[in-house]
């Protein structure tokens, strides 16, 4: 199902040389979304791009969250999604999670809590962990990426999920269908110098997207 909103995005469209903060910030802008938290903010990143891309344009009321205070960004509230965000029900227009959910024992329980809080949007991305990038550091290296290591004292900022693009896919159309939500996605190649190139030959060349998409944003819609 595709949202019937004008600034809908399609689903699963593949989209070159951009970024998940440049279009989950357009979309928002388009959208007239008033207030929004981000969880996992980090560097308020998405913050930041919200407002160069404004252009004039009403930002909405921004809350960053995360399990820690940030050296170069005020975090408005250090939670853990995990444990329940402290907010009541439907108190933002929009729920952000980008490249979290895959880091929480409760994938499915992060999930409830962000459409939880939300009263229009739920926003995340995941990474594909079978991109050809990852698949090459498996096969020379014999491990994909620090994150991924059994390092004794890892704490909780690890992937605990190895997340892969038709399982994400799925998983959550099947979230939506359940919650009555519409669901949109962007899937987006890493498109860097050296990897961009690479990326588009093996899409020419039809090879499934699981070898050239890096992330995937979803985005979910409440019934208005």
């Given at each position: 199902?595709?949202?019937?909103?004008?600034?809908?995005?399609?689903?699963?469209?593949?989209r070159w040389g951009t970024d998940k903060y440049v279009e989950l910030s357009d979309f928002i802008l388009a959208n007239d979304v008033a207030s929004l938290?981000?969880?996992?903010?980090?560097?308020?990143?998405?913050?930041?791009?919200?407002?160069?891309?404004?252009?004039?344009?009403?930002?909405?009321?921004?809350?960053?969250?995360?399990?820690?205070?940030?050296?170069?960004?005020?975090?408005?509230?250090?939670?853990?999604?995990?444990?329940?965000?402290?907010?009541?029900?439907?108190?933002?227009?929009?729920?952000?999670?980008?490249?979290?959910?895959?880091?929480?024992?409760?994938?499915?329980?992060?999930?409830?809590?962000?459409?939880?809080?939300?009263?229009?949007?739920?926003?995340?991305?995941?990474?594909?962990?079978?991109?050809?990038?990852?698949?090459?550091?498996?096969?020379?290296?014999?491990?994909?990426?620090?994150?991924?290591?059994?390092?004794?004292?890892?704490?909780?900022?690890?992937?605990?999920?190895?997340?892969?693009?038709?399982?994400?896919?799925?998983?959550?159309?099947?979230?939506?269908?359940?919650?009555?939500?519409?669901?949109?996605?962007?899937?987006?190649?890493?498109?860097?110098?050296?990897?961009?190139?690479?990326?588009?030959?093996?899409?020419?060349?039809?090879?499934?997207?699981?070898?050239?998409?890096?992330?995937?944003?979803?985005?979910?819609?409440?019934?208005?």
């Amino acid at each position: 199902m595709v949202m019937s909103t004008a600034a809908t995005l399609p689903v699963n469209e593949l989209r070159w040389g951009t970024d998940k903060y440049v279009e989950l910030s357009d979309f928002i802008l388009a959208n007239d979304v008033a207030s929004l938290i981000d969880i996992g903010c980090r560097n308020g990143v998405l913050c930041t791009t919200i407002e160069q891309r404004a252009q004039g344009r009403p930002v909405p009321s921004y809350f960053g969250m995360d399990l820690g205070p940030h050296e170069e960004f005020h975090v408005s509230s250090v939670c853990d999604l995990s444990a329940g965000l402290p907010l009541p029900d439907g108190s933002v227009d929009m729920a952000v999670a980008l490249d979290v959910i895959e880091h929480l024992d409760d994938f499915h329980g992060g999930l409830e809590e962000l459409h939880r809080v939300s009263s229009r949007y739920i926003a995340v991305t995941l990474p594909n962990m079978a991109h050809g990038l990852m698949r090459t550091k498996f096969f020379f290296r014999g491990r994909i990426g620090g994150k991924y290591d059994l390092a004794y004292g890892y704490g909780k900022d690890r992937h605990r999920w190895l997340t892969v693009l038709p399982q994400t896919d799925r998983y959550l159309a099947d979230f939506a269908r359940e919650r009555g939500l519409s669901l949109s996605s962007i899937r987006l190649p890493l498109s860097g110098p050296r990897t961009g190139p690479v990326e588009r030959a093996l899409s020419l060349l039809r090879f499934d997207p699981t070898w050239y998409v890096w992330v995937t944003l979803y985005i979910l819609e409440k019934p208005q």
